[in-house]
């Protein structure tokens, strides 16, 4: 895997502190998740088209990491090493339609394991860890199961907003992101098998 293919199991599931805070160019993670804090080098963005069990769907994906030059290696269809990710999908639902946000709002997260149809602004999150082989570290790693995202601002690409996310680990974040322009992030999302760098 790794950090970021845990998008693909969260996607299909929901068919459809120490080293924390701080961050650079606007973004910020603090809390904890399993004991492990972020410190954000980088977020990018791009609206995907993502399997849904047995449907695609277009959403807005927002990585918040740990990792600098992440759209640089995405875009190389390539995991990062050794990196933290705070992995965000927003989407607006209409009548089983699902499609990227038609604007600004806040978005309730949805847990992907549970029953009943998400909210009409929807979010799904995940925190990933990743060992030095681009393999996801279950252990360090959550599912979001409460909270919201805010998106504040959105504009060629690139957006902005905040969080609070509560996680099945029982620990909780905050944070906020302000993201560049990333379309290699569809690219990779669309991939089954990346490589490691």
Do not use: W
């Amino acid at each position: 895997m790794a950090l970021m293919r845990r998008i693909a199991g969260v996607l299909a599931a929901a068919a459809l502190g120490c080293g924390s805070g701080g961050g650079s160019g606007g973004n910020s993670f603090s809390g904890t998740v399993h004991g492990q804090g972020m410190k954000p080098a980088d977020a990018i963005s791009s609206t995907a088209r993502v399997a849904l069990a047995s449907i695609n769907a277009n959403v807005l994906s927002i990585v918040l990491t740990d990792s600098a030059g992440t759209c640089a290696k995405v875009s190389a269809n390539s995991d990062p090493k050794s990196a933290k990710a705070l992995i965000i999908l927003l989407a607006d639902f209409n009548a089983f339609v699902i499609t990227p946000p038609a604007g600004t709002g806040t978005f309730t997260i949805y847990d992907p394991r549970s029953a009943g149809l998400p909210p009409a602004h929807v979010a799904v999150a995940t925190f990933a860890v990743s060992d030095a082989s681009c393999n996801e570290v279950p252990a360090q790693s959550a599912v979001a199961t409460s909270g919201s995202v805010t998106l504040t601002s959105g504009s060629a690409g690139t957006y902005a907003g905040t969080f609070t996310i509560g996680f099945d680990s029982g620990d909780q974040v905050t944070g906020e992101f302000r993201t560049a322009d990333c379309p290699g992030l569809a690219t990779y999302l669309s991939n089954a098998t990346h490589s490691c760098g």
